[in-house]
């Protein structure tokens, strides 16, 4: 298939609005495919290069594909800099550049649809000493054989940012159309099997040719992660323990932990980790698997946990003894290539067992009760051991609590009165006076649903103060919203120096309306624009919520909020106004 086949399927999806008219274009591609490019197609339709659990980072900055466009084009750099700057998108600054650049290519080479995957997914292998001018070279040789639309969705798919509005639950609908009869059974037959495979490619291929019974017969495998369930947020203990309470009123209460994610697959001496966006982080976590092949006793077995951070001088203290490290500390480990092992000394980690999706056969549509009986059996409790390099291999400290307990607010005891006995609210203090965030609260009677927010998995956390803050600088975002200021700088006030202290980035909770009406307040206070980065004259401020406080070395105030986002404008505040440093210092030393 020419790759100007796929360039105009990118364009039609580009050029409506329509869910259903994108989910009808790309049936119609893919029930016309050849069978040896519908697994590549039905990732590069999201400007992919493999399944969900297979991302290959290019190591591609926008400055390196800047490079590679003014290599194969010869157009001047400050107009192409000038057309990215207006457009907000690189890939139409090189379908401008292939247009109006001055070189010109002796023997181009039409491209073809494997042609762009595979030269991509080779870049994501260069490492070492060159890899940068490689990588420049390879796109640029695609480039130099592009026309004007090729060369916009080369550039677009070599950054992730294919702007055509395909989501995962349009390729699901196109799969049950394309191959099966699209009816809502077929649907929902695609989804179970993406859930259990996140992999677009195997599920397309098996509809095609083994249909519904061939989903069907899609199943958990060792080695290619499961979506994670997720847990919706409860207000108040009592009615959180309501919710997730099993036919017999109890409910299982454990530690929410502040951590990392970690799905752990076992077989035979194989493991893999892989984090809750299936990310694979085998290979910055061998302190894990070490823990893992001598603690988990099951031949075959997947394993749900989180991987808690704990300060190497705590690690080998008492569990309830162990200090936390905060999260922003912890996730340094996660993109880690050089001094791994070092870095595991320096923030060791306890891996905390909380499920069993499989054990030599699925347990997805198992009751918690049973998976937690086959938890039970397929490990057994390691210890850390800094001068092994081997991490904790544990249980999540939990408690079975009994119908008609938790009826209050935990918040609101101080834990010597008439609550002290009470087992969930008695946890949840014990959680958050260990550093942890709270409680995880589930209904022993669920089934596990892979990918899915449900009320019978609930996570209860003291809800953090807003904080009203300035905007001190801002960054146009990418993609759809590239005309727009969506990235804003937050600050607090230092009444002492007089000073804005910046805490962190906010680019989430806005709407297009709202994002719209502060782009248009902050172009007017724009003082200096640096590319797509712009200093303002601060003079507005925000409402922000945020899931916590911690200690950071990149900001100016030595804080960063975790999870910021925007609820407002507060029309009624100047920027002297705003939360000061000490309050934020408060907030922070209160967690």
């Not at 190591?59 to 390196?64: M, P, Q």
């Not at 609550?419 to 995880?440: F, N």
């Not at 797509?532 to 030595?558: A, M």
Request: with cysteine; aromatic share 6%.
């Amino acid at each position: 298939m020419q790759y100007a086949g796929l360039v105009a399927v990118y364009d039609d999806l580009a050029g409506t609005d329509s869910t259903n008219a994108k989910r009808d274009i790309l049936a119609e591609t893919f029930a016309d495919a050849d069978p040896d490019l519908l697994d590549r197609l039905v990732t590069l339709v999201r400007g992919r290069l493999g399944p969900a659990y297979d991302r290959p980072d290019l190591g591609v900055s926008s400055s390196l594909t800047l490079d590679a466009i003014l290599t194969a084009t010869g157009a001047p750099e400050s107009e192409v800099r000038e057309q990215w700057r207006a457009t907000g998108d690189l890939g139409d600054a090189a379908a401008w550049a292939v247009d109006h650049g001055g070189q010109q290519t002796l023997f181009s080479e039409p491209l073809t649809v494997a042609r762009v995957h595979d030269t991509l997914r080779e870049v994501a292998t260069y490492a070492g000493d060159g890899s940068q001018g490689r990588s420049v070279d390879a796109i640029a040789g695609l480039l130099a054989d592009a026309d004007t639309s090729e060369a916009r969705y080369v550039v677009r798919t070599a950054l992730g940012h294919l702007r055509v509005g395909v989501g995962e639950g349009t390729i699901r609908d196109a799969v049950a159309h394309a191959f099966l009869d699209g009816s809502e059974e077929s649907i929902r037959a695609v989804e179970r099997a993406y859930q259990v495979t996140t992999d677009f490619r195997v599920v397309a291929r098996t509809a095609r040719e083994a249909g519904r019974e061939g989903l069907a017969d899609l199943d958990v495998e060792i080695g290619r992660p499961v979506q994670s369930m997720l847990a919706e947020k409860a207000e108040r203990l009592d009615a959180g323990l309501a919710d997730a309470a099993g036919e017999s009123g109890e409910s299982r209460c454990e530690y929410k932990y502040d951590g990392i994610r970690v799905q752990v697959h076992v077989a035979g001496d194989d493991v893999w980790l892989f984090t809750r966006r299936l990310a694979d982080v085998t290979a910055q976590f061998p302190d894990v698997v070490r823990a893992v092949r001598e603690g988990v006793t099951a031949d075959s077995v997947l394993l749900d946990g989180e991987l808690v951070g704990y300060t190497p001088e705590s690690i080998h203290a008492d569990p309830s003894d162990r200090v936390p490290v905060a999260f922003q500390r912890l996730s340094q480990r996660v993109k880690r290539e050089s001094r791994v092992a070092e870095m595991a000394r320096e923030v060791p980690v306890v891996a905390h067992l909380f499920d069993c999706l499989a054990a030599g056969e699925t347990l997805l549509d198992r009751p918690l009760r049973d998976r937690l009986t086959h938890l039970a059996e397929s490990y057994e409790s390691v210890a850390p051991d800094l001068d092994a390099g081997r991490a904790g291999l544990e249980p999540v400290r939990s408690e079975w609590v009994p119908a008609d307990t938790g009826d209050g607010d935990p918040a609101a005891h101080d834990g010597d009165g008439e609550h002290g006995d009470d087992p969930a609210e008695s946890l949840y203090r014990e959680a958050l006076d260990a550093g942890h965030e709270g409680l995880m609260l589930k209904n022993p009677d669920a089934t596990y649903e892979p990918g899915r927010r449900v009320g019978r998995l609930l996570k209860l956390k003291p809800t953090m103060e807003p904080l009203d803050l300035v905007v001190s600088r801002a960054t146009y975002s990418e993609g759809r919203r590239s005309e727009l200021l969506g990235r804003l700088y937050l600050a607090c006030y230092d009444p002492e120096t007089d000073a804005l202290r910046e805490v962190g980035r906010v680019s989430t909770g806005y709407t297009d309306a709202e994002l719209q009406e502060l782009t248009d307040r902050l172009e007017e206070s724009v003082v200096a624009r640096d590319g797509r980065d712009v200093t303002l004259d601060p003079d507005l401020v925000l409402e922000v919520e945020y899931e916590e406080i911690q200690s950071s070395t990149t900001y100016d105030s030595g804080f960063a909020l975790r999870f910021p986002r925007f609820l407002g404008i507060r029309e009624d505040l100047a920027p002297t106004d705003a939360d000061s440093l000490d309050r934020v210092q408060s907030l922070y030393d209160s967690q």
